[in-house]
T-cell receptor
Framework: GDSVTQMEGPVTLSEEAFLTINCTYT??????LFWYVQYPGEGLQLLLK?????DKGSNKGFEATYRKETTSFHLEKGSVQVSDSAVYFC????????????FGTGTRLTIIP | SAVISQKPSRDICQRGTSLTIQCQVD?????MFWYRQQPGQSLTLIAT?????????ESGFVIDKFPISRPNLTFSTLTVSNMSPEDSSIYLC????????????FGPGTRLTVL
């Protein structure tokens, strides 16, 4: 079945550091890939997505590229801010129209000033 | 994107009781989903709820424990029945974006604590 393997956390970085959170997946067919973010005390928000190979999703300075050859969708940001502190979830949807999401375990990111 | 609200936002319940969680969407949607997020864990899909049909449950979840209603295209409820402390979780509903893509949008969640 479908699965998402995500970088274990927690991750602590200093402000303005470079961020990478690794995500790899196993799925049948051609899944769509997502990063969701959960800020403290808030619900889950879509951060970015990519629906086909080599697509790059981007939002709020975050980027992730859909790499079919390595089945990966790593999240990156060049310069993190304290406000980026949150839990980040990688997810996939392999059944277009069914829209069922499979989530990774989540990575808690803390940015210190 | 859809605006989703949930009630209650949190509750503390006694073992053996039941709680019904409501999910309201500001637009008509075909598919609604219910997820569980146990403490410190990721999200697990409980069931998919389509209007006018029985909910489809994922492995490990049964209708007797988590009955779901979907009376119209903007509303759904999830009941957590005969609760035990292991049911303490955040319960989230989500909706699709109408089939244009397979993006889902999530409600703020209901934080349930069972004593």
């Amino acid at each position: 079945g479908d699965s998402v393997t995500q970088m274990e956390g927690p991750v602590t970085l200093s402000e303005e550091a470079f961020l990478t959170i690794n995500c790899t997946y196993t799925a049948t067919g051609y899944p769509s890939l997502f990063w969701y973010v959960q800020y403290p005390g808030e619900g889950l928000q879509l951060l970015l997505k990519a629906t086909k190979a080599d697509d790059k999703g981007s939002n709020k300075g975050f980027e992730a590229t859909y790499r079919k050859e390595t089945t990966s969708f790593h999240l990156e940001k060049g310069s993190v801010q304290v406000s980026d502190s949150a839990v980040y979830f990688c997810a996939l949807s392999s059944n277009f129209g069914n829209e069922k999401l499979t989530f990774g375990t989540g990575t808690r990111l803390t940015i210190i000033p | 994107s859809a605006v989703i609200s949930q009630k209650p936002s949190r509750d503390i319940c006694q073992r053996g009781t039941s709680l019904t969680i409501q999910c309201q969407v500001d637009s008509q949607v075909t598919m609604m989903f219910w997820y569980r997020q146990q403490p410190g864990q990721s999200l697990t899909l409980i069931a998919t709820a389509n209007q006018g049909s029985e909910a489809t449950y994922e492995s490990g979840f049964v209708i007797d424990k988590f009955p779901i209603s979907r009376p119209n295209l903007t509303f759904s409820t999830l009941t957590v029945s005969n609760m035990s402390p292991e049911d303490s979780s955040i319960y989230l509903c989500s909706v699709g974006d109408g089939g244009t893509t397979d993006t889902q949008y999530f409600g703020p969640g209901t934080r349930l604590t069972v004593l």
